[in-house]
C-alpha cells in the first residue's frame, strides 16, 4: 500500500502497455476511487467484433463501468456483469468480467451507423431501457436492475450506485473509437464516503465540473491525467492493483458435449453440406468447426 501526495502520479499511474485497474482512498480516507485503462481490451473487442466506432464507444464504456464496479466492491466477487438494453438500434450491450481481471462482451447490433452517415451519440445509440447488474460469488448471485437514466452508461452507472447502493457516486467513462481503431479507452469512479468532509466534497465537485470529456483526456494524457484532474488537491493512497485482459471462458469440449445434446435432426439441419456443423462463440466470435462423428453419441 503505497501514499501519493497532492499533485504526483507516481508509478503506478505511468503510461504502460499492460490494460490495469488502481483504486484507492483519497482526502484522508474520505473518498474511494478506482481509475481503469482498457484501450487494449477494447481495441481486441472492436476487431474480434468488428465494430463500428459507436458500438465500440458503448461496449468500451460498459466493460469499463464492469471493471471498476468489480474492483471498487466492498465484497469479494468471482464474477460480475453489467448488461445494458434499450430501444435504441444498438439492442443490447453486455461485458462480463472476473476476479482475475478476464473482461469479454458483445454488442447486440456491432455495425450501427447513423442513417446520414454522421456518428450517433451513445445514448441515442442505446435507448431507453433497463440497467441490470449480476454480481456472482461462492455463496450465490446477487442481480439487481434500475431503469437508464440518460443512456450514456456512465451516468447510468451513477444512477444505479445512488438506488441500488444507497452511494452517492461520479462515474466518469470514455472510449475514443475510429473506424481505424480505438485511441483510448477507460474510466474512473469515486464515492463519497457519508462522512466526507465538506471541503473535500466540494474540491471532488469543482474538478469534476471542470473536466470536460473524458475521452480526449484519456488519448492526451492517459489515465494519469484523469486522475490528477478529478482528485486535484486531495491525498492519495493507493490499495491495490489490477492487470486486465480480454479473454473468453467459452471452451471447445463444452460447446461440444452441448451440442451433442441436440437431437440429431436438429444437428443436420445445422451442419454445412460437409456435414461440419460450425459454431460461434457470441462473446469472444471464436469460430468452432465440429464434424457429424464429434457430435455423435457414444
Known amino acids: 500500500m503505497g501514499r501519493l501526495e497532492p499533485g504526483t502520479s507516481g508509478p503506478p499511474f505511468s503510461r504502460s502497455t499492460r490494460d490495469r485497474l488502481v483504486h484507492g482512498l483519497a482526502g484522508l480516507g474520505d473518498v474511494r476511487w478506482a481509475v481503469a485503462d482498457l484501450g487494449g481490451v477494447v481495441e481486441e473487442a472492436r476487431r474480434r467484433h468488428d465494430l463500428s466506432p459507436i458500438a465500440a464507444s458503448a461496449l468500451g464504456r460498459t466493460m469499463s463501468g464492469a471493471a471498476l464496479l468489480m474492483f471498487l466492491s466492498t465484497k469479494a466477487w468471482e464474477r460480475m456483469v453489467v448488461d445494458v438494453r434499450g430501444d ?24 450501427v451507423e447513423s442513417a446520414d452517415g454522421e456518428r450517433l451519440s451513445i445514448a441515442a445509440a442505446v435507448g431507453k431501457g433497463l440497467l441490470r ?12 436492475q434500475v431503469e437508464l437514466a440518460t443512456g450514456e452508461i456512465g451516468l447510468d452507472l451513477a444512477h444505479y450506485l445512488e438506488q441500488s447502493e ?78 486486465l485482459r480480454f479473454r473468453c471462458r467459452c471452451r471447445r469440449d463444452e460447446l461440444r458435449q452441448r451440442l451433442a445434446t441436440l437431437p440429431e435432426d436438429d444437428r443436420a439441419s445445422l451442419a454445412d453440406e460437409q456435414g461440419r456443423l460450425v459454431a460461434e462463440c457470441a462473446y469472444c466470435a471464436a469460430r468452432y468447426v465440429f464434424s457429424t462423428t464429434e457430435l455423435a453419441p457414444s
Open 88 to 111: 435504441g438500434p444498438l439492442g443490447k450491450v453486455t461485458a462480463e468480467i472476473d476476479a482475475s481481471g478476464n473482461l469479454r462482451g458483445l454488442v447486440g447490433e456491432p455495425r
Open 133 to 144: 447488474v449480476r454480481r456472482e460469488g461462492p455463496r450465490g448471485a446477487h442481480e439487481s
Open 166 to 243: 444507497q452511494t452517492s457516486s461520479a462515474v466518469m467513462l470514455g472510449v475514443l473509437a475510429r473506424s481505424e481503431g480505438v485511441a483510448a479507452a477507460g474510466g474512473m469512479i469515486v464515492e463519497l464516503m457519508p462522512a466526507a468532509r465538506e471541503e473535500h466534497v466540494a474540491a471532488l465537485e469543482r474538478n469534476i465540473a471542470a473536466l470536460g470529456g473524458v475521452s480526449p483526456l484519456l488519448e492526451r494524457s492517459g489515465v494519469a491525467g484523469l486522475v490528477e484532474a478529478v482528485l486535484a488537491g486531495l491525498d492519495r493512497e493507493i490499495l491495490g492493483e489490477q492487470e
